[in-house]
T-cell receptor
Framework: EAGVTQSPTHLIKTRGQQATLRCSPISGHTSVYWYQQALGLGLQFLLW???????NRGNFPPRFSGRQFPNYSSELNVNALELEDSALYLC?????????????FGPGTRLTVL | AQSVTQLGSHVSVSEGALVLLRCNYS??????LFWYVQYPNQGLQLLLK??????LVKGINGFEAEFKKSETSFHLTKPSAHMSDAAEYFC??????????FGSGTQLTVLP
């Protein structure tokens, strides 16, 4: 069974540009989570989507947004890029069910903002 | 709200020695606790999770953790370290919210 996939692997942008990151969850999983892993800041929750709806978001500005498509894949958009947006962006998927259901992580997209 | 604190950002052990990685949690509701491992340039892999079914939880690769409510701890242990255990380890918690709240991570180095 295929795991969570993310594209692209690496993305280089300049300040002010927009970045789009993509995630395909494990087949059968309806929930997709986005996390940011920035140097010195650790792993922080960004967004949670389930059944096409945004269910919760972390403490990030509105220029971080996303969506979930009918096939449950998801897109993370970051507008007006800033240098501090440079980070590894991890996507995870799970079934909705219990709060302790495992989240399966993809390999991440490394975003570099110059 | 929930949070976890990992004591020790870097831990070094000799191959064959006991691995002990510390995690303390804070939660206003019964927590669900997780340990994840991250190898260089990879995503996170679940090692084990506490779901209130049993206080001693056994995971993959010989790791285990014990939930101690009185100490608000969920420390990760492995009796004998292997070179392949070198990685970064994250403790995480969910409770009232579905998303994971992570600790700051512990980098484990295994010395030959």
């Amino acid at each position: 069974e295929a795991g969570v996939t993310q594209s692209p692997t690496h993305l280089i942008k300049t300040r002010g540009q927009q970045a789009t990151l993509r995630c395909s969850p494990i087949s059968g999983h309806t929930s997709v989570y986005w996390y940011q892993q920035a140097l010195g800041l650790g792993l922080q929750f960004l967004l949670w989507y389930d059944e096409g709806e945004e269910r919760n978001r972390g403490n990030f500005p509105p220029r971080f947004s996303g969506r979930q498509f009918p096939n449950y894949s998801s897109e993370l958009n970051v507008n007006a890029l800033e240098l501090e947006d440079s980070a590894l962006y991890l996507c995870a998927s799970s079934t909705l069910g219990a709060l302790y259901n495992e989240q399966f992580f993809g390999p991440g997209t490394r975003l570099t903002v110059l | 709200a929930q949070s976890v604190t990992q004591l020790g950002s870097h831990v070094s052990v000799s191959e064959g020695a006991l691995v002990l990685l510390r995690c303390n949690y804070s939660s206003s509701v019964p927590p669900y606790l997780f340990w994840y491992v991250q190898y260089p340039n990879q995503g996170l892999q679940l090692l084990l999770k506490y779901t209130s079914a049993a206080t001693l939880v056994k995971g993959i690769n010989g790791f285990e953790a014990e939930f101690k409510k009185s100490e608000t701890s969920f420390h990760l242990t492995k009796p004998s370290a292997h070179m392949s255990d070198a990685a970064e380890y994250f403790c995480a918690v969910t409770g009232s919210a579905r998303q994971l709240t992570f600790g700051s991570g512990t980098q484990l180095t295994v010395l030959p």
